[in-house]
C-alpha cells in the first residue's frame, strides 16, 4: 500500500449504529486530518493530530469521535448519527503540522439512513 | 476569515482546448498560499499546483498554469491541451503562511466540475 489509505470505500448505516473509520498513512508523516466532503459545500476540517496528540477540534458533534493510536493511523468512530451526516468522509495526512503539503486518501461515502 | 469562492460550479472543454477555471479569495493577509488540487471521480484529491504569495511569477506545471492577480485577489487556473484525463471536480484553497496558529488550515472554494468532451 502506498499514500494514504480508508477503509471501508463505502458505508451505509443505521442512526442508532456505531461503526469506525480508518485511515492509514504510509508516508512517514506526523499529522493526519479529518475532513467532511457534503455536496455543494467546501470541505469543512473535522480534526487534525500532530503526533497522535490532537490540535484542533473543529466545534464537530459529540457522535463523531476521533482517536490516533500511532503517527500512522487514524480512526473516526460514528455513533448515533443523523441523516445529514451523510457525506464522503476524507483522511489527510502531511510530514508536519505547519506548512506542509497534505496528502489525501480517496475517502469514505457514508450514507445514514 | 479568509474565503474562496469558485463562481462555476461546472464547466465543459473540448479535447485539446484550453479551459480556464477561476477562483477568488478574501483575505487581509499579504502573505499566503494558493492552491488548485484535483478529484477525479471516485479517486482522491491530488495537487496540482501551488504558488506563493511572495512570489510575483505566475506557477507552471506542465500544462497547468495559473494566472494570480494578488490585487484583484484572483488565482484562476488553466489548462492546456485538456485530456480526457483531466476531468474531475477542481477546488481553490487558500492557507496562511505565518507561522504558528493554525497554518496547517486550508480554507477550500466548493468546487469546479471540469467535464472534458472526447
Known amino acids: 500500500e502506498t499514500g494514504v489509505t480508508q477503509t471501508p470505500r463505502h458505508l451505509v448505516m443505521g442512526m442508532t449504529n456505531k461503526k469506525s473509520l480508518k485511515c492509514e498513512q504510509h508516508l512517514g508523516h506526523n499529522a493526519m486530518y479529518w475532513y467532511k466532503q457534503s455536496a455543494k459545500k467546501p470541505l469543512e476540517l473535522m480534526f487534525v493530530y500532530s503526533l497522535e496528540e490532537r490540535v484542533e477540534n473543529n466545534s464537530v458533534p459529540s457522535r463523531f469521535s476521533p482517536e490516533c493510536p500511532n503517527s500512522s493511523h487514524l480512526f473516526l468512530h460514528l455513533h448515533t448519527l443523523q441523516p445529514e451526516d451523510s457525506a464522503l468522509y476524507l483522511c489527510?495526512?502531511?510530514?508536519?503540522?505547519?506548512?506542509?503539503?497534505?496528502?489525501f486518501g480517496p475517502g469514505t461515502r457514508l450514507t445514514v439512513l | 476569515a479568509q474565503t474562496v469562492t469558485q463562481s462555476q460550479p461546472e464547466m465543459s472543454v473540448q479535447e485539446a482546448e484550453t479551459v480556464t477555471l477561476s477562483c477568488t479569495y478574501d483575505?487581509?493577509?499579504?502573505?499566503?498560499?494558493l492552491f488548485w488540487y484535483k478529484q477525479p471521480p471516485s479517486r482522491q484529491m491530488i495537487l496540482v499546483i501551488r504558488?506563493?504569495?511572495?512570489?510575483?511569477q505566475n506557477a507552471t506545471e506542465n500544462r497547468f498554469s495559473v494566472n494570480f492577480q494578488k490585487a484583484a485577489k484572483s488565482f484562476s487556473l488553466k489548462i492546456s491541451d485538456s485530456q480526457l484525463g483531466d476531468a474531475a471536480m477542481y477546488f481553490c484553497a487558500y492557507r496562511t503562511y505565518y507561522s504558528g496558529g493554525s497554518n496547517y488550515k486550508l480554507t477550500f472554494g466548493k468546487g469546479t466540475l471540469l467535464t472534458v468532451n472526447p
Open positions: 504558488q506563493e504569495a511572495y512570489k510575483q
Open positions: 483575505t487581509s493577509e499579504s502573505d499566503y498560499y
Open positions: 489527510a495526512s502531511s510530514q508536519a503540522l505547519a506548512g506542509y503539503e497534505q496528502f
